[in-house]
């Protein structure tokens, strides 16, 4: 602990011995940083916020509606592109000094630095800058900073709303030439496809090909087919329910006869298979048996006479009518069959028109989905376009205007100007302290006797006269000056700092 003791005196001795030394050299770097520092020019910030509206009721009504949040965010990267901040450069006086294309380049790169937009919410944005010039004052530097966030927040508009509509017009007029041409296509195309089916009008039908008319022709087929088993099926259903049903019915006292035994046997049975059930039923079994007992001696007891049965009258009518439909069917059937076989011979007998005739119309085809296509996409743009002209999605609303800097957001000056007197003081304390290590000296007597190894029996005190005390005292009036020149420096240097703060505000 006295050796540490020992050390720390003989270092403040070392310095203090050496204080000039100290004092210039803390003089020399304060005033060399003092200088860099106001040399560094003065950057002022502005900051401006931007609400961005996405909802439209009109366009979501009719079911028209943009993907304006990435056309925002496209609006947002794209905003400091080299065009936009050449934009800026000639929107305000950076531009005046600008004569070349070289020295634009360099002031575009430098202003991308300085600009900065962020979306700091989903329809929030903010813009700031940040400017300063050691040519320019430091209320020129405020100045423009305000000047520069302002033209970005007018190239921001402009990007959704001119720039929109232009996008909207030249996309129209391509639409139209899109158009233009398919609508020349498909003219050409159906002339091709009139003047094959003069030539070939067997061929000729409604444009359809001759596979689409074939797959036509067997697909009706095969629906008359199953329209056909199903109109015999009814037909086969009502002759045996005629047969299981009397022409006439008994009447008055003949009717507890065998004939009258007869018909109610038979209409039993007609009722079983108006029911549903099929022949192989046992009860229907029995019914028919009952029947077949029955003729016999209903024929042997001869005709009685009576009245017409109605329910076989309209079963015949029925019976008719369905057996019209088999015949229609089946004629229907007979034409659909002689035209399948009519293509197929012609296909067989001529390949090369039938192909020919499937390659045009299914060019004919294309081209009209490819027209009907662009047609209704052009549509949908139009109205899109008048929609956003009329009440447009994209809605601008500044909620904070570009601030006027009052201070100067960097460097900190009073700060740097603090450190620099630090910076200064440390170096005058090393450098004394140094030079006192480089020279073979001895501050007390116990670091003399650690050193030689020798003990050191005591130590002579220095002795002045008047004028050596009177010599001493002027110095030290004048260090103790010196030093508070320095200290009176760094605060004129606040003070001249604050002045020009005040003055830009």
Not at 301 to 320: C, H, R, V, Y
Request: glycine share 8%.
């Amino acid at each position: 602990m006295n050796n540490i003791y020992d050390e720390l005196r003989s270092a403040l001795y070392s310095v203090w011995h050496r204080r000039w030394l100290a004092l210039g050299v803390a003089w020399g770097v304060c005033l060399l940083g003092w200088l860099v520092v106001a040399m560094v020019p003065n950057t002022y910030e502005s900051k401006a916020r931007i609400y961005v509206k996405l909802d439209d009721v009109l366009a979501e009504q009719i079911g028209i509606r943009g993907n304006r949040k990435g056309d925002i965010e496209r609006v947002q990267q794209t905003l400091t592109s080299a065009i936009n901040l050449e934009k800026v450069i000639r929107g305000t006086s950076l531009g005046q000094e600008v004569t070349s294309p070289k020295q634009m380049e360099g002031a575009v790169l430098g202003l991308g630095r300085k600009i900065k937009v962020e979306s700091t919410q989903e329809n929030l944005f903010e813009i700031t800058a940040q400017y300063g010039d050691s040519s320019n004052s430091d209320a020129a530097n405020a100045k423009l900073a305000q000047d520069i966030v302002q033209k970005m927040i007018d190239i921001f508009r402009e990007e959704n709303l001119a720039g929109n509509r232009g996008e909207m017009s030249q996309s129209l007029e391509f639409m139209d030439q899109q158009l233009a041409q398919r609508q020349k296509e498909l003219e050409a195309a159906e002339q091709k496809r009139l003047a094959f089916e003069a030539l070939n009008p067997e061929l000729a039908q409604g444009g359809m090909s001759v596979m689409q008319r074939l797959e036509s022709s067997r697909a009706e087929l095969r629906g008359l087919d199953a329209d056909l088993a199903a109109a015999q099926s009814a037909l086969a259903a009502i002759n045996g329910q005629l047969a299981g049903t009397p022409r006439t019915l008994a009447s008055g006292g003949m009717a507890g006869g065998a004939r009258g035994a007869l018909a109610e046997a038979q209409a039993v049975l007609a009722g079983m298979r108006a029911r549903g059930l099929t022949e192989n039923h046992p009860d229907v079994i029995a019914a028919k048996n009952q029947v077949n007992a029955l003729r016999g001696p209903a024929a042997a007891q001869g005709d009685a006479g009576g009245m017409p049965n109605p329910a076989f009258s309209s079963l015949e009518s029925i019976k008719a009518e369905r057996s019209a439909n088999v015949q229609s069917l089946m004629a229907r059937r007979a034409a659909v069959q002689s035209d399948v076989a009519r293509i197929t011979t012609q296909q067989i007998s001529n390949p090369q028109v039938a192909a020919e005739q499937q390659r045009i119309n299914r060019d004919y085809d294309v081209l009209k989905q490819q027209y009907d296509k662009l047609l209704q996409d052009r549509e949908q743009l139009r109205l899109r376009g008048e929609v956003e002209t009329e009440a447009n999605a994209v809605k601008f609303q500044v909620i904070d205007p570009p601030t006027t800097p009052r201070s100067p957001a960097a460097p900190n000056r009073p700060i740097l100007l603090l450190g620099v007197l630090m910076v200064g003081l440390g170096a005058g304390v090393a450098a004394a302290f140094a030079i006192g290590q480089l020279r073979s000296t001895f501050a007390t007597t116990a670091k003399l006797e650690r050193t030689i190894g020798l003990p050191v029996l005591g130590a002579i005190t220095t002795t002045l006269t008047d004028a050596g005390r009177e010599l001493r005292k002027k110095r030290m009036k004048l260090f103790y000056a010196a030093s508070a020149a320095l200290g009176g420096v760094f605060v004129l240097l606040l003070v001249v700092e604050i002045i020009q703060v005040s003055m830009v505000a």
